[in-house]
């Protein structure tokens, strides 16, 4: 009897946890170190920012190590987290700082030799992928159609660091444009300067290679 009275007060308190904001969930795990708060984020974010890492690192492997050391840091770093804020652009910038690192020391990733200020002419040339820059589609139908080419992801590859993270985060991950800046700490402005450069650029690479 007393093993089905803990079982179900234990499920009852995972269930009043799943209720809880992620702020609150990180701010009860920082205060009393409940690991059951801390897994809830963990498990909540775990196909997300797998999947985000996985775009940006272009490696499963990769992704799952950052993956880890994301969640190692957030644990680390908990005590930094200011109340008020909002958690998960919190653990993207952790997570996009941790990819860039990543990603410089990977020196087996592949570059195509297409130069990143090659011009798009549309009068000599249609570009598919155009459309689909510009076009209505939600994050996730872009996502499906950056993945469906490896063009693009060598495309993307080329792109410079600043220029790659705010493509991501909006178009991939569907953030709007504040939670992207909050994520970089940079100005609103500068996130939709630099999505609008990525695009153009994006399209005079793939203008040259498809």
Same mark, same amino acid.
């Given at each position: 009897?007393?093993?089905?009275?803990?079982?179900?007060?234990?499920?009852?308190?995972?269930?009043?946890?799943?209720?809880?904001?992620?702020?609150?969930?990180?701010?009860?795990?920082?205060? &009393?170190? /409940?690991?059951?708060?801390?897994?809830?984020?963990?498990? $909540?974010?775990?196909?997300?920012?797998?999947?985000?890492?996985?775009?940006?690192? !272009?490696?499963?492997?990769?992704?799952? /190590?950052?993956?880890?050391?994301?969640?190692? +840091?957030?644990?680390? #770093?908990?005590?930094?987290?200011?109340?008020?804020? #909002?958690?998960?652009?919190?653990?993207?910038? =952790?997570?996009?700082?941790?990819?860039?690192?990543?990603?410089? $020391?990977?020196? #087996?990733?592949?570059?195509?030799?297409?130069?990143?200020?090659?011009?798009?002419?549309?009068?000599?040339?249609?570009?598919?992928?155009?459309?689909?820059?510009? &076009?209505?589609?939600?994050?996730?139908?872009?996502?499906?159609?950056?993945?469906? %080419?490896?063009?693009?992801?060598?495309?993307?590859?080329?792109?410079?660091?600043? +220029?790659?993270?705010?493509?991501?985060?909006?178009?991939?991950? !569907?953030?709007?444009? $504040?939670? %992207?800046?909050?994520?970089?700490? =940079?100005?609103?402005?500068?996130? #939709?300067?630099?999505?609008?450069?990525?695009?153009?650029?994006?399209? !005079?690479?793939? %203008?040259? =290679?498809?």
């Amino acid at each position: 009897m007393n093993g089905v009275m803990e079982s179900t007060t234990f499920a009852v308190a995972v269930n009043s946890y799943c209720d809880m904001t992620d702020e609150d969930l990180l701010l009860t795990y920082r205060e &009393s170190g /409940d690991r059951v708060a801390f897994e809830t984020l963990v498990e $909540r974010y775990e196909r997300e920012l797998f999947g985000y890492l996985r775009h940006y690192l !272009g490696n499963n492997e990769l992704a799952e /190590d950052v993956f880890q050391l994301t969640f190692f +840091l957030v644990h680390e #770093k908990c005590h930094l987290f200011e109340e008020g804020r #909002k958690f998960r652009p919190w653990l993207y910038r =952790i997570a996009t700082n941790q990819a860039i690192d990543t990603h410089r $020391r990977d020196t #087996k990733q592949s570059r195509s030799a297409v130069s990143i200020d090659a011009d798009y002419d549309v009068t000599n040339g249609w570009n598919p992928y155009h459309d689909q820059l510009f &076009s209505e589609e939600t994050p996730a139908e872009l996502a499906c159609a950056f993945e469906q %080419a490896s063009q693009v992801r060598e495309a993307v590859e080329q792109l410079p660091e600043q +220029l790659r993270q705010v493509l991501y985060l909006v178009y991939f991950q !569907g953030m709007t444009y $504040r939670e %992207a800046a909050d994520t970089l700490d =940079i100005p609103f402005s500068t996130v #939709k300067t630099r999505l609008d450069t990525a695009i153009r650029k994006l399209n !005079g690479v793939l %203008a040259g =290679i498809i």
